[in-house]
């Protein structure tokens, strides 16, 4: 059962195909309310969680009960973790350790393949930081390498803009795929995510690269020519931090929650295998991670301490009420008996080996498209499907990770007006909007059918 779900029994709600009917009004409602009326999705998914339930007729006491667990449970296996997550990707942001990140990348891959640099730097970059963060941070490095190598802006704005987008949706502990794992229970299974995720992301980055390279080369951006000179970029930091320091906070939490996934593969026992799951436990490993990013604080003082802190607090903030909320109207369906119907489907052959990822991908592209924020419909998505997984016999954590991968991919489909981050590459990058829809939509439309296109070739081969 997924995180936060559980049956009701000794009730009569309602059943049949008149909860598929409910399940449609309840997600419609969260689309309109989203898109139309600018309602907070995480408004949203608590009123659609209250609306489903009144609507199948379930026991008004029990609705309260199974809203309250719901949220409170999502938040037991996974709020931490998304707070630590985020706390890290501010602190690489304001000292200056992700554009160290990105400068070491580019001295490994070499200023003669300036979008492949570009494509990789967001890539790593963006597993901690939020894409759009990722973006305004190393637009001035882009535009500065661009200038170097003399490549149009516009092609090394594709390539930053789609590598840093691959990650944001596949690959935790960025947030979106965190609560996505941990709404249908694959909390426990991070690193098997993260690894699913990093073979996932690789043909998105080079579908992204290669749309960079052989179509957005052409696009020309006015005044091009004036972006700053690559000694200018770092001039915003009294000094970047070293190397290792910059690595650290990203590096040493995957590595932990990497061994700590072997060793539960592998069954290993004893005091050595114990501290290795404990280090390996999602939480801790992001606590150490956090306390790697400590290091790279140029002074401990109000300002770092405080306002630094703080500032990832309030990021963190939304994320949480909308995984909560998610998980809530998760609960709410699990408790319902809509979950029997979609076995039936699944038993009839309907939903049935990797046909089980279709429906994730599918939602997950028709909310992103609809409301615009990839981690909403990572979020929405996963709540929806979460009641549905067991009947369709989706167990195993090879097979959880898949469906993370099935919703991160419709997560990609497509961004465009109604997106933040599509103004922000606009923007920064200084794209018109019709060269922005032709270079950076299509891009994405590309990115997302190529992660689902991997994502069901895995499924296919390994499960």
């Known amino acids: 059962m997924p995180v936060g779900s559980y049956r009701l029994e000794g009730n009569h709600m309602i059943e049949g195909p008149l909860l598929i009917v409910i399940l449609v009004v309840a997600v419609g409602f969260i689309v ?84 492949l640099a570009m494509s990789l730097v967001g890539a790593i970059v963006s597993i901690p930081v939020f894409c759009d963060s990722g973006y305004v941070i190393l637009s001035s490095l882009n535009k500065a390498l661009a200038r170097r190598a003399r490549v149009p802006l516009a092609s090394m704005s594709v390539a930053l803009a789609t ?27 991070l690193g098997t995510v993260i690894l699913v995720g990093l073979l996932v992301s690789l043909p998105a980055i080079a579908v992204g690269y290669l749309w960079a390279t052989r179509f957005a ?62 280090l390996g436990a999602p939480m801790v490993a992001l606590f150490a991670g956090l306390l790697f990013a400590l290091l790279l604080l140029p002074r401990f003082n109000e300002e770092t301490l405080g306002a630094w802190m703080g500032e990832g607090i ?6 949480l009420l909308i995984t909560g909320a998610g998980g809530a109207f998760g609960a709410v369906l699990s408790a319902t008996p809509v979950a029997d119907l979609i076995k039936g489907m699944a038993e009839g052959g309907l939903l049935s080996g990797p046909f089980v990822l279709v429906l994730p991908f599918v939602i997950a592209a028709g909310l992103k498209t609809a409301q615009g924020s990839s981690t909403a419909a990572l979020v929405v998505t996963s709540a929806l499907v ?35 981050y599509f103004w922000v590459v606009a923007q920064f990058s200084g794209l018109s909007v019709k060269d922005a829809y032709k270079a950076q939509t299509l891009a994405t439309l590309l990115q997302g059918i190529t992660a689902f296109a991997c994502t069901l070739l895995l499924y296919l081969v390994l499960v």
């Open 32 to 115: 309109l309310a989203t898109t139309r009326l600018k309602l907070h999705p995480f408004l949203a998914l608590l009123v659609a969680a209250f609306l489903a339930g009144l609507l199948v007729r379930m026991p008004l006491a029990d609705l309260v009960q199974t809203i309250n667990t719901g949220f409170g449970n999502m938040m037991r296996h996974i709020g931490l973790v998304i707070v630590l997550g985020t706390l890290i990707g501010v602190i690489l942001e304001k000292s200056g350790a992700a554009l160290r990140m990105a400068e070491s990348v580019i001295r490994c891959v070499g200023e003669r393949r300036p979008q």
């Open 163 to 189: 590598g840093l987008y691959a990650t944001h949706t596949l690959v935790p502990p960025t947030p979106g795929p965190i609560a996505a794992a941990g709404n249908i229970g694959a909390a426990d299974y």
């Open 217 to 278: 080369v052409r696009i020309a951006i006015a005044g091009e020519e004036d972006s700053p000179a690559g000694e200018e970029v770092a001039e915003a930091f009294d000094h970047l931090p070293p190397v290792w320091k910059s690595f650290a906070p990203i590096v040493v939490p995957v590595a932990l929650i990497g061994i700590g996934s072997l060793i539960t593969f592998a069954g290993y026992r004893g005091m050595g295998a114990d501290l290795g799951l404990f």
């Open 314 to 319: 309030r990021h963190a903030a939304p994320i």
């Open 386 to 420: 979460a009641p549905f997984l067991e009947g369709m016999g989706i167990a195993s954590p090879l097979q959880l990770a898949l469906v993370v991968m099935a919703i991160g991919a419709g997560a990609m489909t497509v961004s465009h007006a109604n997106d933040s």
